[in-house]
């Protein structure tokens, strides 16, 4: 019988071994509470939710909420714990956290095929995980010190990575063509940034709301987290009026073709994917809280209107340059026979991480059982969440939670509500079609 051993009883982790101990491969769980806990940390429980108790929106409508009905469908631990715990939230899928954890703990240790060894693994050679057919390493966004170091000189220092400096995503579909224009510095006629152009008088009372913008207090482990590369936007607008100016906001090589003038300063938005349907806001990682940014950067000239698919955010948080360093089976590629699973693989969020331990868990257990498995479609949550781990350019990957930006564009422009609902019925009718063809059913055991 095949043997894994996943390190991490985390959400991914749990999701991992309950796809592989149900598709009949023994795992051994490694999980170092209660002897030792990260900074976050706190229960000794399985699948601790560290921060929200809430797993975010439901709905087709909604990114995650498509991705909960996929989950759900592949026989998910964690949907399964979520739906089973459920406390009211109203559009929102809430659990409660103690007996969410709890659920999840006595599953998977009394899973027949199950092992949960409660001890830390510092290394990726350690001698516990010698011998197992693969070896899973979901050790989360606070993964214990030595073992990230182990992970770091698999990977090479330069592509792992100990903090998100996250800028907001917009859709392309809310920003008013009227008033910003192509172009890159000195280069009018490249088409992958699109430049918000700022008088003086608009200039300074951005300055002036980023400045009075209520912001997110840091835990105590993120306090020193700002350096130079980067610094949230509202601290570089603390050192002088003028420093976005001469910085991120800086205006030199461009020319609004309205005016025929340079303007006072410019935001620049750069594609986010291929089919640019999304940008990020360049320069723009912040530690504002969300309705101060849906606010405050919605008096950029041209973003009045702007949708927000994602948001800032500066935290805490291990992962690696994964476009650079997984394959496309999330199997690291200095460490054949080693797989990266959850937030350490660059997606972001509880869920998120759940669904790549899933995938992980269904994917490598068809492998191990001499079968494939055809790939999911990026026009379906699950399958575009996996696709961002493989996006370019490598150079700017960050992480990301799962959204509509991730999925290839449709090709009809629409209003706002219409669109969510025709990316949901796409990612339905997506899914079925590969659910369909994927017969998972017939893994053997
Ligand atoms: C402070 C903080 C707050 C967050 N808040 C939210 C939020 O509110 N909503 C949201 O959607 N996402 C949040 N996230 C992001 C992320 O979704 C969660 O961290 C999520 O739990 C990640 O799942 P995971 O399985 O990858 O890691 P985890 O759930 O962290 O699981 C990793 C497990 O591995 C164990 N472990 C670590 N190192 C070792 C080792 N060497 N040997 C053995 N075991 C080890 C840990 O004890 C832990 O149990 C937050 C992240 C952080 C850091």
Known sequence: MAQVAIVGGGLAGCDCAWQLAEAGTMVTLYEMKPDKHSEAHSEDGLAELVCSNSFRATGPSAAVGLLKEEMTALGSLIMEAAMATRVPAGGALAVDRTLFSEYITDKIENHAL?????????????????GADAVVIAAGPL??????????????????????AIAPIISRDSVDFDKVFWGSRWKPEDDDYLNCPMSEEEYTAFVKALLEGEKVQPRDFEKEIHFEACLPVEAMAERGEMTLAFGPLKPVGFVDPKTGERPFAIVQLRTENVDKTSFNLVGFQTKLKYPEQKRI???????????????????????????????????????????????????????????????????LSRRLHGKGLVELPPETALGALLSHLRTEPV????????????????????KKKLRKEAYGVRAQEAFAEWLNAAELKDTEV
């Open 297 to 363: 950067f919605r008096m950029i000239p041209g973003l009045e209107n702007a949708e927000f698919l994602r948001l800032g955010s500066i935290h805490r948080n291990t992962y690696v340059n994964a476009p650079q360093v997984l394959d496309e089976t999330l199997q690291l590629n200095a460490k054949p026979g080693y797989y990266l699973a959850g937030q350490i693989t660059g997606v972001e969020g509880y869920l998120e991480s759940a669904a790549c331990g899933l995938w992980l868990g269904l994917s």
């Open 114 to 130: 199950i092992t949960v060894v409660r001890q830390e693994i510092s290394s990726l050679d350690a001698e516990e995980l010698q």
């Open 395 to 414: 150079k700017q990957f960050q992480p990301s939670n799962v959204n509509f930006g991730l999925m290839p564009g449709l090709q009809k422009k629409m």
């Open 143 to 164: 993964a214990s010190a030595e073992l990230t170091e182990s992970l770091m000189a698999s990977v090479g220092d330069e592509r792992l990575y100990f903090y998100d």
